[in-house]
T-cell receptor, first 113, second 113 residues
Framework: DGGITQSPKYLFRKEGQNVTLSCEQN?????MYWYRQDPGQGLRLIYY???????QKGDIAEGYSVSREKKESFPLTVTSAQKNPTAFYLC????????????FGPGTRLTVL | QQQVKQSPQSLIVQKGGISIINCAYE??????FPWYQQFPGKGPALLIA?????SEKKEGRFTISFNKSAKQFSLHIMDSQPGDSATYFC????????????FGSGTQLTVLP
């Protein structure tokens, strides 16, 4: 089955620790995105990547980092510099950077203890 | 300029009724307007989308109405069913922004049996 997988589904982190969220897609999509979702708010863009080895900051990139070494993978690291990291994180992809439809993964819920 | 404002925040409808969710935007460069449906703990799924060259698009019980001059668009769910109970997000993007989606804040729809 083609799609986007995110792991883990739930993640707990102690304050001061970095943590990496996985996002993998087998749709052969070029562009990938990371969003953060907080209760009562819409999705906010953290980072996006249009091609391998290239990525750009979104609206709320501070405290986060990404890499895009492979077309199918776009991991997100939540660093200790992110002041309020508890949230639901969603990864998405599109066929190309100018393609409209974004397909979303199932999400990872991160909780900082 | 990038905001998409969505209302209402929550909506309760009887089974068989019509659910209406409204969105307004400011950026006239937006040229793609999707609606996403999200169930608790899941990633958003594309429901229906419209471009500004048409004023209405219908897919089954779901209809988007688009008013370019007013910079508004709305989602109508006819014959609402309990299974439609979810959070709905409107969004917008433009080709000049690498198709980054700007999301509304979401509407939590509850359809009573």
């Amino acid at each position: 089955d083609g799609g986007i997988t995110q792991s883990p589904k739930y993640l707990f982190r102690k304050e001061g620790q970095n943590v990496t969220l996985s996002c993998e897609q087998n749709l052969n999509h070029d562009a990938m995105y990371w969003y953060r979702q907080d209760p009562g708010q819409g999705l906010r863009l953290i980072y996006y990547s249009q091609i391998v080895n290239d990525f750009q900051k979104g609206d709320i990139a501070e405290g986060y980092s990404v890499s895009r070494e492979k077309k199918e993978s776009f991991p997100l690291t939540v660093t200790s510099a992110q002041k309020n990291p508890t949230a639901f994180y969603l990864c998405a992809s599109t066929l190309g950077p100018l393609t409209d439809t974004q397909y979303f993964g199932p999400g990872t819920r991160l909780t900082v203890l | 300029q990038q905001q998409v404002k969505q209302s209402p925040q929550s909506l309760i409808v009887q089974k068989g009724g019509i659910s209406i969710i409204n969105c307004a935007y400011e950026n006239t460069a937006f040229d793609y307007f999707p609606w996403y449906q999200q169930f608790p703990g899941k990633g958003p799924a594309l429901l229906i989308a419209i471009r500004p060259d048409v004023s209405e698009k219908k897919e089954g019980r779901f209809t988007i109405s688009f008013n370019k001059s007013a910079k508004q668009f709305s989602l109508h769910i006819m014959d609402s069913q309990p299974g439609d109970s979810a959070t709905y997000f409107c969004a917008a993007s433009s080709s000049g922004s690498a198709r980054q989606l700007t999301f509304g804040s979401g509407t939590q729809l509850t359809v009573l049996p």
